[in-house]
């Protein structure tokens, strides 16, 4: 290698970029010099190639001196010296967010000064103040140097040890769960999508029904609601606020008051929309957003009259300003940019894209974006209303798992990105590189790689606003949930990055602030009480689960993933006890899919893959649904001469079944999930990986409707054999 591609390859290094990575099928890829300064640039580095010297706009520094469950932004210098100064006392003035203030004062035999990996500046080590606990701090630093004062400002966050978890499970306790999609929940009131009075229900038939002690849910987060792009769960487009989809709106305390919003409805019902909205087969989120709107914006007009307008001694209104107070900037930009894109949605032709709007309204700082929220202050308040509301249906839910004697309740979602044209992307443009995609290597479900299509974190400018955002969003999926599962959790570590126009393969692997980030998860968990779930599947990195572990993040391990390096099922012993079970994701096909190979049927039939392909899928099925087999019956599960009846029948037999389902209600692992469709046996699957318009993702509606799963003798059938397997397992709601 020439010299000039090894200084490359050090400073890439520094910065994170690692210098190769390795496939599933054990193929090693060398990140390309192209690749790697492509990245170096989006940091903010410059590399002079003539004099091979970096040039670089971020200032990095070291935090391993810092305890370890320390966060904090070290970027302040305190003093630009030529020579070795006399340092004097030290003070420390701390204030946390309740506004609590403590004084720590430091002889100098205390202050060591230490070397400073930034420009020529002065650092200096102090001891750690032990007596500070778990949270946030606005940090003073006063100190005379030669015997000048100087000052420097900063932010400290103290975080917990471990992530938080329940004491029952700390003392060996096993409990179970259900997994439901909430916008395909059906019932005979709802909209054409489930709400948050559907999922009460869904409440009741998980804790009196299932007996079990969580409800699993896909992302809430915000998103366009429009088919097939822009549906995606986990492409929202915010990660801090919800969508409004999920509202029950006559369940808003104030639609009563509103004579149009109830005349609007009590029409629709007469013309029979909301039935036929019920009786399609695939939710339809544009019809369904589009009308709830309109009764929504009745709503909130007739609050506006009856407890706004100046009459601030109203108590909803008080309420309403404490929350929208309580949110800050990130309530403010999120509703700007909703009206924002309502307004360019309305012109001919409409604007579809925030980077299409007119340039003074691309930068949330703008003085044109100031006018507008200004002149238009109702339309930005109503979709801060509108989060309002949802913050209170969820907290309803969730308050009434608990009272039901649900251990943990509501089992949360988090999202790994959000869509470059969504609103977090305009309000936060410096917290993501927009030249990259984030997307995985090569590997069995993904033989070229995935491009998942939205914009990799800037992690030096999310450093340097003290991890703010980061934790803001951990704060928010954490509230009015027992716990949390965050997708791809390798995040943490680091994330693929791929060049805009390249392909998967040519990617290259992008190292996080893993000790920070993990350090902040643990700080939420603890604040919140909510357990953290890490889904740690695809190419992990070594040493990482255990890494996860130690933090107390519980694992993510599927019945189909499970096998050892000699290609047999691992037993059901072998599973971590700080780990989620389950049969599968909503990327994978359900346990009536995968038997009869559904899912390779349809991604032949939509043309991701050729016969040759087809046919080494199928022998690897055959193959897997053969040692599925024989481990069921090694273990007793599965009575040996049910074996060849499992074997021959071309649907999961009742006894295969219940096979499946006690094989990991017995694991010794925490937590045990099992998705609705394993449950009711439902073959379809929720999302084909790869596929937009080719095959129709998120909008499968559950098999039975909440009224059926209490009535339907085939759903009451089902749901008893669960309960029965569950309760055997001594893992039942108690």
């Known amino acids: 290698m020439s010299d000039s591609n090894d200084t490359l390859a050090v400073i890439a290094k520094a910065f994170g970029i690692e210098p190769e990575y390795v496939d599933n099928s054990g193929k090693v890829h060398i990140t390309a010099p192209e690749t790697a300064l492509k990245i170096l640039r989006a940091k903010g580095v410059r590399i002079d190639q003539s004099v091979g010297e970096p040039r670089s706009e971020i200032l990095v520094t070291s935090t391993d001196a810092l305890p370890d469950r320390w966060v904090a932004n070290f970027d ?85 040890e471990k992530a938080y978890m329940p004491p029952e499970l700390e003392q060996g306790r096993g409990i179970a769960g259900v997994n439901v999609a909430l916008y395909g929940v059906c019932s005979e009131k709802n909209w054409g999508v489930g709400d948050f009075s559907d999922l009460t229900r869904i409440i009741d038939w998980a804790a009196d029904h299932l007996r079990v002690d969580f409800v699993g849910l896909n992302p809430l987060h915000a998103l366009f609601n429009t088919r097939p792009f822009l549906s995606s769960p986990y492409n929202p487009s915010s990660r801090f606020f919800r969508n409004f989809i999920y509202l029950d709106v006559p369940g808003i305390p104030f639609f009563s008051d509103s004579s149009e919003a109830v005349a609007m409805v009590d029409e629709a019902e007469a013309r029979g929309d909301f039935q036929k909205l019920r009786d399609e087969q695939q939710v339809n989120y544009e019809q369904v957003s589009e009308f709830k709107l309109g009764v929504l914006k009745k709503v909130f007009r007739t609050f506006l009259e009856t407890h706004g307008r100046g009459r601030s001694d109203s108590r909803e209104w008080r309420n309403f300003r404490d929350y929208i107070e309580s949110q800050g900037i990130y309530l403010e930009q999120f509703a700007t940019f909703c009206a924002l894109r309502e307004n360019f949605l309305s012109l001919t032709p409409p604007v579809t894209s925030w980077r299409e709007w007119p340039r003074g309204f691309q930068d949330p700082g703008a003085p044109e974006v100031g006018n507008f929220r200004r002149e238009r202050n109702d339309a930005v308040l109503f979709w801060m209303f509108l989060q309002w509301q949802i913050e209170g249906q969820l907290r309803g839910v969730q308050e009434y798992a608990l009272e039901k004697g649900m251990l943990v309740g509501l089992y949360h979602d988090e999202a790994l990105g959000v869509d470059a044209n969504g609103a977090d992307s305009w309000a936060f443009p410096g917290f993501f590189h927009y030249g990259f995609s984030v997307g995985a290597p090569p590997d069995p479900l993904g033989p070229n790689g995935q491009d998942w299509g939205f914009p990799p974190p800037n992690r030096e400018t999310q450093r340097a606003a003290g991890f703010e955002p980061f934790l803001r969003r951990l704060q928010g999926s954490c509230r009015y949930g027992g716990a949390l599962r965050i997708d791809h959790v390798m995040q943490m570590r680091r994330l693929f990055w791929i060049p805009k126009g390249e392909k998967p393969a040519n990617g290259a692997y992008v190292r996080n602030d893993e000790s920070e980030l993990l350090n902040l998860v643990a700080l939420a968990s603890q604040r919140n009480r909510t357990l953290i779930v890490g889904e740690d599947l695809g190419t992990v990195p070594f040493d990482f689960r255990e890494r996860l572990m130690a933090k107390g993040i519980f694992s993510y391990r599927l019945f189909y993933f499970e096998w050892d390096d000699a290609g047999n099922l691992l037993s059901h012993s072998a599973y971590p006890q700080n780990a989620l079970a389950s049969i599968n994701t909503h990327d994978l096909p359900t346990l009536a899919g995968f038997w009869p190979g559904r899912d390779i049927d349809t991604r032949r039939e939509i043309g991701q893959i050729d016969k040759e392909q087809e046919k080494r899928f199928r022998d690897e099925r055959t193959h897997s649904k053969a040692k599925v087999i024989e481990k069921l019956v090694q273990e007793g599960f599965l009575p040996a001469h049910e074996a060849h009846e499992a074997w021959e ?85 108690r």
């Open 76 to 160: 302040t210098v305190i003093q630009a010296v030529d020579h070795a100064p006399e340092i004097g006392p030290v003070s420390v003035r701390t204030r946390d967010q309740a506004g609590s203030e403590d004084l720590f004062s430091f002889q100098p035999e205390e202050v060591v000064p230490v070397e400073h990996g930034g420009p020529k500046g002065l650092a200096l080590s102090i001891p750690f103040p032990r007596t500070l606990k778990m949270g946030i701090y606005d940090v003073l630093l006063e100190v005379l140097i030669s015997d000048e004062p100087h000052t420097a400002k900063n932010r400290w966050i103290i975080c917990p």
């Open 649 to 733: 029948s071309p649907f999961p037999t009742e006894h295969l079944h219940s096979a499946v389902l006690s094989f990991l209600f017995h694991t010794p692992s925490s937590l045990v999930m099992i998705n609705q469709e394993d449950v009711l046996l439902d073959p379809r699957q929720q999302n084909i990986p790869g596929t937009t318009l080719e095959h129709p993702n998120w909008v499968t509606k559950m098999r039975f409707t909440v009224e059926e799963l209490v009535t339907d003798p085939e759903a009451v059938r089902l749901s008893k054999k669960f309960r029965d397997l569950v309760t055997t397992a001594d893992r039942s709601r």
